[in-house]
């Protein structure tokens, strides 16, 4: 049981907008900052999204962030096959001395 | 460049020992935290904990405290994750990574599969 609730799939067609929901708390979501992760099959996790909304260099401005109370969400436009993946959110959680928190996860697929 | 190379796959017997091994490059080792990072078969992500290198301050997930243990030589940029007798539901990839802060993690090492078998 993830501490950030995340719906386990996703999917869309190739050109559409999807959204990714990451449900928390206010010992996480509430009062941290949010990130996502990209994981590509039988790869190591890639930063895509860091502090709720900013971009590592390198990600296309097709992946997207934000963030409200104690929910975030990540949005990819323009949906390419290459984003079939597995996504992740993660945050920080003030509770217990302080811990990083992951969602369980979410495996989108392009139609 | 950054980087964080790790140690080779190992398949191990239940009750064995084993210390995993995270090599960092690029940066300023002893200013960065370091995660490590389970991943069962199939399964999601799961903090194991952190280490700070400059002053080897370590902090655990509930989950993994006391069944693993966390430490880092700054002579040598590397970081390690150490059990002391594995179980087969240690059966995973792991991964280790820079933390930033608030669950960051920049860089990601490729990974290290561990096999526990009879």
């Known amino acids: 049981q993830s501490v950030l609730t995340q719906p386990p799939s996703a999917s869309g067609t190739p050109g559409q907008r999807v959204t990714i929901s990451c449900s928390g708390s206010s010992s996480n979501i509430g009062r941290n900052t949010v990130n996502w992760y990209q994981q590509l099959p039988a790869t190591a996790p890639k930063l895509l999204i860091y502090?709720?909304?900013q971009r590592p260099s390198g990600v296309p401005d097709r992946f997207s962030g934000s963030k409200s109370g104690t929910s975030a969400s990540l949005a990819i436009s323009g949906l390419q096959s290459e984003d079939e993946a597995d996504y992740y959110c993660?945050?920080?959680?003030?509770?217990?001395?302080?811990?990083?928190?992951f969602g369980g996860g979410t495996k989108l697929t392009v139609l | 460049e950054v980087q964080l190379v790790q140690s080779g796959a190992e398949v191990k017997k239940p009750g064995e020992s084993l210390k995993i091994s995270c090599k960092a490059s690029?940066?300023?080792?002893?200013?960065?935290?370091i995660g490590w990072v389970r991943q069962m078969p199939g399964k999601g992500l799961e903090w194991m904990g952190i280490i700070y290198p400059g002053d080897s301050d370590t902090r655990y997930s509930p989950s993994f405290q006391g069944q693993v243990t966390i430490s880092a030589d700054k002579s040598i940029s590397t970081t390690y994750l150490q059990w002391s007798r594995l179980k087969a539901s240690d059966t995973a990839m792991y991964y280790c990574a820079r933390h930033i802060r608030f669950g960051e993690f920049d860089f990601w090492g490729q990974g290290t599969l561990l096999t526990v078998s009879s």
């Open positions: 502090s709720n909304n």
């Open positions: 690029g940066y300023s080792f002893t200013t960065y935290w």
């Open positions: 993660a945050t920080w959680d003030d509770s217990l001395n302080g811990l990083v928190v």
